[in-house]
Every structure is written in structure tokens, then in C-alpha cells.
């Protein structure tokens, strides 16, 4: 009977694996959402895929159990990057020069990952309807403008309300000109920064 192999090693060999899986999983997703941004649903064949990726079908049955599984993955991943995406904005001392921040990267994430972006808001898988869990996360993955709302309202910027009334008022001028920009119907983001700034200005308190 052979010796145990040391903890040390049992746990490097594990994370060693689950890097391995995650690289995998993300160069799927990878793959799939770009076919979805150059071919368009159809192209989401787990066959297609797989050969894109250049690995077996079953590692993809394996880790989304369905095409409906990999679209909701899909989902997920790409709100989980927005998340990032706007974590990754510095701090400011300042609540309001924050949530002004975080504008340019919203936008930023929104044309640097066109398949997942329209996947996530422009229903670009006519039947992929995402779980209660998705919709739970993925509107959790954009709760930083909530808290940053909130900050705003407590430090007099903003009119007492709830942060949601205005997180959403914000969500819905910047994706009304991100889909007039995604259709090249405005080619710089000077509409989108006068629409999302004149949003949060209609908010403003008269002596924030």
C-alpha cells in the first residue's frame, strides 16, 4: 500500500485541475459567444462548438448538461464580467465622481463583449429564457451602482429615493444609446455620456 501523498501536494494537484477546468469552461464560452456575434444562434450546435473549441461533445454535455445550459452559462459569464469590469474602476473618494466613473466602463464592457452583451439584453437566443437564479445574479452582478447610488443619496448629491428608482432610470438611458451605437447609428460614446450624465443630473438634490 503506497504512501499518502503529502496534503500539499493533494491540494496543488487540486487546484492545478480546477484551473485546468476553468480555462477549458472559459475558452468555451469564449467560443460559443463568438459565433453567436458572427453566425448567430443557429451556429450554437454543441457540435459546432466542440469543433471550434477542438474538443470531444461530451466535455460540453458534461459541463452544461444542454444547449440551454450553455446559453444560461453564457448569461452568467457575461454579467460576471460587467461585474469586474466595474469593480475594476478605482475608488473615489468622492461618491458622485464614483458613480460618473462608472459610466465609461459600462460602456466599455458592453462593446468589448458583443456576443455576451447580446445574449445578456438583446434576446440574441429568441428562446433562451434564463432561470430565476440567472435574472437573481445577474441583477446582483450590477448592485455596485445601487451601493453607489446610495452613497450618493446619504452624502446630499441626489434626492432621497430609493437607489434602485434611479440605478434603473440610469440602466435604461445607457442601454437605449448602446443599442443605437451597436446598430451605427452613433458613432462616438459623446451621446451616450450626454444621456446617462443628464439622467443622473435629473436626480440631483438642488444643492448637491
Not at 52 to 60: F, G, K, L, R, W
Not at 104 to 116: M, W
Not at 162 to 185: F, I, M, N, T, Y
Amino acid at each position: 500500500m503506497g504512501t499518502p501523498a503529502p496534503l500539499g501536494l493533494q491540494g496543488a494537484y487540486a487546484r492545478g485541475q480546477r484551473s485546468t477546468y476553468d480555462e477549458l469552461r472559459t475558452k468555451l464560452l469564449d467560443v460559443a459567444s463568438g459565433l453567436l456575434t458572427s453566425d448567430g444562434p443557429e451556429s450554437l450546435t454543441v457540435r459546432r462548438i466542440a469543433t471550434e473549441a477542438d474538443c470531444p461533445t461530451q466535455v460540453i454535455y458534461t459541463m452544461f448538461g444542454s444547449k440551454e445550459g450553455l446559453a444560461e452559462a453564457l448569461y452568467l459569464e457575461g454579467f460576471e464580467r460587467f461585474r469586474r469590469r466595474l469593480e475594476s474602476v478605482p475608488l473615489r473618494t468622492d461618491p458622485y465622481d464614483y458613480l460618473l466613473a462608472l459610466g465609461p466602463a459600462y460602456r466599455d464592457a458592453a462593446l468589448s463583449e458583443p456576443g455576451y452583451y447580446s445574449l445578456m439584453f438583446e434576446r440574441a437566443i429568441p428562446e433562451f429564457v434564463p432561470s430565476e437564479r440567472a435574472r437573481t445574479l445577474a441583477r446582483a452582478a450590477l448592485n455596485i451602482f445601487d451601493r453607489v447610488i446610495a452613497d450618493c443619496i446619504s452624502a446630499g448629491y441626489l434626492v432621497p429615493t430609493q437607489p434602485r428608482r434611479v440605478a434603473d432610470a440610469l440602466w435604461a438611458a445607457a442601454q437605449g444609446a448602446l443599442s443605437l451605437e451597436r446598430a451605427g447609428h452613433l458613432q462616438d460614446a459623446k451621446t451616450y455620456e450626454t444621456v446617462t450624465t443628464a439622467t443622473i443630473s435629473s436626480f440631483r438634490t438642488k444643492s448637491g
